[in-house]
């Protein structure tokens, strides 16, 4: 019997260890249960994250998307006004061409108009001091033929007188 209460003894320590590991495991699946509900947790949040990054992913292409339209465009247009700049500039260039041309041509003509000025003055005085002369001289020929006319008639007188 004694073997009996040994056996019995046993057992019943058997039972009791056999419990606490049952209560144990219990236990670590509880622990197990909870640690695998966060971890669910966790996951959904993640995907929820996953989602709204993909999301702000999809926004910030299409912002990209846009944006690198726009520079195109803003290339394109600072393109076309460099091009739209150096026609200017080239224009600039051929008009300050002509504007030197044509400065040259006026300082000739004014040096050309001033000569002509000159010779007109020139010209001017010289009409006057003809005219002041052919008048003198007009005059002195008016004398002149008087002094002939008489000398004429006193020719004629002393010729009356001498016959």
């Given at each position: 019997m004694d073997a009996?209460?040994?056996?019995?003894?046993?057992?019943?320590?058997?039972?009791?260890n056999a419990m606490d590991r049952g209560d144990v495991c219990e236990q670590a699946a509880k622990d197990a249960k909870v640690r695998a509900a966060k971890a669910e947790e966790e996951v959904a949040e993640l995907v929820k994250k996953a989602q709204q990054l993909e999301v702000e992913l999809d926004k910030t292409q299409e912002e990209l998307l846009?944006?690198?339209?726009?520079?195109?465009?803003?290339?394109?247009?600072?393109?076309?006004?460099?091009?739209?700049?150096?026609?200017?500039?080239?224009?600039?260039?051929?008009?300050?061409?002509?504007?030197?041309?044509?400065?040259?041509?006026?300082?000739?003509?004014?040096?050309?108009?001033?000569?002509?000025?000159?010779?007109?003055?020139d010209s001017d005085r010289m009409r006057k001091v003809l005219e002041s002369r052919a008048q003198q001289d007009e005059e002195r020929m008016g004398k002149l033929e008087e002094e002939?006319?008489?000398?004429?008639?006193?020719?004629?007188?002393?010729?009356?007188?001498?016959?």
């Open positions: 009996i209460k040994k056996k019995m003894q046993a057992m019943k320590v058997e039972k009791d846009t944006t690198t339209e726009k520079l195109k465009e803003k290339e394109n247009s600072l393109s076309s006004a460099e091009l739209e700049v150096n026609a200017l500039n080239r224009r600039v260039q051929s008009l300050e061409g002509d504007l030197e041309t044509c400065e040259d041509k006026l300082l000739l003509a004014t040096n050309k108009l001033d000569k002509a000025a000159t010779a007109a003055d002939l006319k008489g000398a004429r008639n006193q020719a004629e007188d002393a010729d009356k007188k001498y016959d």
